[in-house]
């Protein structure tokens, strides 16, 4: 069942995990006052309400209604990096109104982040306390700390934090549990970045994971630009991976060609923080090689084209596959409506690894007088295999959408319909009915 924002319930917080978060994110709310804010102060608060609607088979029974309803909370106090205290917040629940237990062992609930800004304009200091997700260097973490970042000259800079990893609050809670790193940065204006990253994670008082890592970016003459990274698993002594691209103009293209290496082994970690769907993958040795090519073409503003070249490799499977896409796509001026096509081969040694797929899509705003602007969205993609898998030659996705906007533009309510056909869902379709409303200084 395809929904909107349906990765982000896959979080690894139980209910007290989410309690506790809720709790310390009032905390900060209250601490905020003391901190230099007025009541003037600018502020955010965006909503998202989610209603699904879907059948599954359970445990119990076949066929059971499953009808979660999801609420989506953003709280912004301030502006993120300007000078000043600001307060981020941003959380989700669900309810399920069916008549089933399909969201029995899953989480209700979970604080994203909820933190407190300091940003200065002095050395470009900035700090946040509390939850927060970082993304930077080998990190790439949720956690309960302490994160900061500055400038020492004007040729380096530097990042660190200190924290408790949320991701192991299930496992004896945080007793022993600890996530630091951070990362080096020399730089030369415009010309090139190079950085250094390090982050140790440690269970219940055990190394659980370190890594090390290094990226850089280049502006090379001629307008080409390289950047990439590489990873080096401490644990296990070897590269976990490495990706490197450049990007370069051609005449009217717009050309990125790319290298990408991973090690399972050495990628995905079989500690207890590792994604639990992907941790048998790091004990099969197997290393896959990515090389391929994004070719954009811009010649008018109304058109995009783009093309895309990939060739998957697998040492130890001995398999190797290529695929070779085309879109092309229309817009509407400078509004979002667009309809576009794309056509899709991919030559593989397995029967899930050829096949040929074309998709369709459109999304049409309007703006009539004297009514709410509203659009339309709808999109297809159908897949045909070359050989039937499961009794199955073919996969067909189809999703049709209603959405208009009300209030100054302020709450935007949508209708979505999805059906879906493959050799491992039959006859799947599902409703989903979603209202945005934002409120504030934005």
């Known amino acids: 069942m ?23 994110s009032f905390f900060l709310i209250s601490f905020l006052p003391t901190a230099t804010f007025s009541q003037a102060a600018e502020y955010s608060i965006s909503s ?39 307060f981020h917040g941003y959380g989700w629940g669900r309810a399920d109104l069916g008549d089933g237990d399909y969201f029995t062992d899953d989480p209700d609930g979970e604080l994203l982040y ?15 306390l509390g939850r927060q997700h970082i993304f930077f260097g080998v990190s790439n973490q949720s956690l309960d700390g302490l994160n900061g970042s500055t400038s020492i000259t004007r040729y380096f ?78 644990e296990t002594d070897g590269w976990a991976e490495h990706f490197y691209n450049l990007n370069f103009s051609l005449a009217d293209f717009q050309v990125q060609p790319f290298f990408q290496r991973f090690q399972y082994e050495d990628y995905f970690s079989d500690g207890i923080s590792s994604a639990n769907p992907f941790r048998y993958l790091a004990g099969t040795d197997e290393t896959m090689t990515v090389l ?54 991919m030559n593989g040694d397995t029967p899930e690894t050829k096949y040929v797929l074309g998709r369709t899509f459109v999304f049409w705003g309007f703006f009539p007088k004297n009514l709410p602007p509203f659009y339309v969205s709808w999109d297809l993609l159908f897949v045909s295999y070359d050989e039937d898998i499961n009794g199955e030659g073919s996969s067909l996705f189809s999703s049709f959408g209603l959405g208009a906007k009300f209030m100054n ?34």
Not at 2 to 24: A, H, L, P, W
Not at 409 to 437: C, H, I, R, W
């Open 292 to 345: 391929g090519a994004d070719l954009s073409w811009y010649k008018s503003p109304n058109w995009e084209t783009a093309f895309a070249v990939k060739g998957y490799d697998y040492d130890i499977r001995q398999e190797s596959s290529q695929f070779l896409s085309g879109q092309v796509i229309w817009h509407k001026g400078e509004d979002l409506s667009q309809i576009g096509a794309e056509i899709g081969y």
């Open 48 to 86: 998202d309400t989610i209603i699904r609607i879907f059948e599954r088979d359970t445990a119990d029974r076949n066929d059971a209604l499953v009808s979660p309803i999801y609420e989506y909370l953003k709280v912004d106090i301030g502006k993120r990096e300007e000078a000043g205290f600001s």
């Open 409 to 442: 533009e302020s709450l935007t309510v949508a209708l979505t319909g999805d059906y879906s056909k493959d050799p491992y869902f039959n006859d799947n379709f599902g409703v989903q009915l979603v209202a945005s409303f934002t409120l504030g200084d934005d």
């Open 2 to 24: 395809y929904s909107i924002g349906g990765g982000r319930e896959q979080g690894m917080n139980n209910k007290s995990d989410f309690f506790y978060g809720t709790v310390f």
């Open 114 to 128: 909820g933190y407190l800004e300091y940003a200065s304009d002095w050395n470009d200091l900035n700090l946040r």
């Open 157 to 234: 800079s530097i990042a660190a934090y200190a924290a408790y990893p949320v991701a192991l609050n299930n496992e004896n809670g945080y007793d022993g549990d600890s996530l630091v790193g951070g990362r080096v940065e020399h730089h030369w204006g415009t010309l090139y970045q190079i950085g250094s990253s390090y982050q140790r994670v440690a269970n219940d008082g055990d190394r659980d994971e370190e890594t090390l890592g290094l990226d850089m970016s280049f502006a090379l003459p001629g307008s080409i630009n390289l950047r990439g990274y590489s990873t080096l698993n401490l």
